[in-house]
């Protein structure tokens, strides 16, 4: 039988396999699997391609993570994360911890936040559904919060103008807090429990890489190909050829690869894709994150596992460290950090080392530049996906080509969204589930 072609072997490509009642043969084009979830080992320091700390909600996922990947393997992180801004770090999440800020800024984000959502000021905002992510920030938060932080931090991470996003994506990733929660927060008298990710679970060993190499060991019913790319599919032959020269006819494809890497394929394909597709692929944009992993001689100066840094004197958006969080993760008295920028290409790797180093310091992560071990630069090329104006009909375009072809997509990148771990793991599970053995 022409077993399901599965594209990519990330957490959802490994989902998809798991959840499979019918032979599945997944294509890999990295040297192994586990997509963004890979963990680097630089001079025996444990690198993730930044933080990612993993969130159960499903209880089968939590189970399956739990008694067949990760038994007795999980470590429940109670989160220590900051914003360093005006020279000083307070606890995150922003909006419910601004005591220790200057008091006028302080005052500037309880009242803002008052005027959005009980005062005249707000009114007009309150009364219809937010236009974009700008006036859902000032809808939820007010003018304080925004322009203290919620517009300047966003505008690094996204590296466009919160005007220019929609806020479908904001969901349970932005907490929106109560009054008396905001209150609390200025007062110095909050909890910082706040949010989706107050606590988190990340392996004992083996960095979150271990989740992805636990899923291959546990996979039947099929063939894992890695090291090999597809050239070219042709949705009507249902074939897809192969970088080595082979070609694999398909019962279904499933592709978690980004979608407009798939439009490239299928153009380059026997039976083509419509203009408007390619056209609509053309629209999709994403921004590309470099992080610059630093060791550090001696332990964390700080005690945060990650900070934000609204400001734009710091062109960082966030700096993470592995080892704050479990220390097992860099060798004895050595700290370890995760740089992060957002671009659109157009930062070298050198550039990323040298100001990933000043950010540190400026940011008092560290004492000095004399400490430092080394410094090293990666990339993700496409990370967040943009949701502009054009994502919406841009997306249903492709989608709605990809179900008349017979193909279906799961993943962050396959579906083109903001989502996270266990969510990747979710759509695998929908996708393959949509394909009954
Ligand atoms: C900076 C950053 C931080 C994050 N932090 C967190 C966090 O703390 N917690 C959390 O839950 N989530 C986090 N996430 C999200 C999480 O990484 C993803 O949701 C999840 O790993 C996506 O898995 P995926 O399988 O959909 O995609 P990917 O991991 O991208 O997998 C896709 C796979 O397809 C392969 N591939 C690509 N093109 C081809 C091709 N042409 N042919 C064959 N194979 C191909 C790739 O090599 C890759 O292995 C973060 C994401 C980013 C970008």
Redesign the pocket.
């Known amino acids: 039988m022409d077993p399901v072609v599965i594209?990519?072997?990330?957490?959802?490509?490994?989902?998809a396999a798991h959840f499979l009642s019918q032979p599945w043969h997944l294509?890999?084009?990295?040297d192994r699997?586990?997509?963004?979830?890979k963990t680097e080992v630089l001079d025996g320091c444990a690198f993730d391609?930044?933080?990612?700390?993993?969130?159960l909600r499903d209880a089968e996922v939590r189970q399956l993570v739990d008694t067949v990947w990760l038994p007795g393997q999980l470590v429940v992180h109670q989160r220590r994360a900051a914003i360093y801004s005006r020279g000083v770090f307070t606890r995150f999440p922003y909006q419910v911890n601004t005591h220790g800020l200057p008091p006028d800024v302080v005052a500037e984000n309880l009242i803002g936040f008052i005027d959005a959502t009980l005062g005249e000021k707000g009114r007009a905002l309150r009364e219809r559904e937010p236009r974009n992510f700008a006036e859902f920030i000032l809808r939820h938060m007010g003018e304080g919060f925004a322009k203290n932080f919620m517009l300047p931090y966003n505008r690094k991470l996204w590296t466009v103008d919160p005007a220019e996003l929609s806020a479908a994506w904001c969901g349970r990733f932005v907490p929106r807090p109560t009054l008396k929660e905001v209150v609390d927060g200025a007062l110095g008298v909050g909890s910082d429990a706040l949010g989706y990710?107050a606590t988190?679970l990340y392996p004992r060993e083996g960095g979150i890489e271990a989740l992805a190499r636990a899923m291959l060991r546990h996979l039947k019913g099929g063939e894992v190909s890695v090291g090999?790319?597809?050239v070219a599919v042709d949705w009507r032959a249902r074939r897809v050829s192969l970088s080595d020269g082979r070609s694999l006819v398909y019962k279904r494809l499933l592709s978690?690869?980004?979608l407009p890497?798939?439009v490239r394929?299928l153009a380059r394909g026997g039976a083509g894709v419509p203009d408007e597709v390619q056209d609509a692929a053309g629209r999709l944009r994403a921004t590309t994150?470099t992080?610059v992993c630093v060791a550090v001689r001696g332990r964390n100066r700080q005690p945060w596992h990650w900070i934000y840094l609204p400001e734009p004197e710091f062109t960082t958006y966030r700096i993470g460290s592995p080892s704050a969080v479990w220390a097992p993760l860099a060798p004895p008295d050595t700290s370890t950090f995760s740089v992060?920028y957002s671009h659109h290409g157009e930062l070298s790797t050198a550039q990323a080392e040298k100001v990933a180093l000043e950010d540190l310091v400026r940011a008092q992560m560290i004492h000095g530049v004399e400490d430092v071990l080394f410094a090293r630069a990666r990339e993700?090329p496409h990370?967040?996906v943009l949701y502009d104006d054009a994502y919406g009909p841009a997306r249903d375009t492709i989608l709605r080509f990809l179900e008349h072809a017979g193909i279906l997509t799961?993943?962050?990148?396959?579906?083109w969204e903001y989502?996270?771990?266990?969510?990747?793991i979710l759509?695998?599970r929908a996708a393959a589930r949509r394909l009954p053995g």
């Open positions: 594209l990519g072997g990330g957490l959802a490509g490994l989902s294509v890999e084009k990295s699997v586990g997509g963004l979830i391609a930044t933080g990612h700390w993993l969130h990710n988190f090999v790319e597809p978690t690869i980004s890497g798939l394929l994150v992080y992060e993700i990370a967040y799961a993943g962050r990148y396959g579906n989502s996270s771990m266990e969510d990747a759509s695998g």
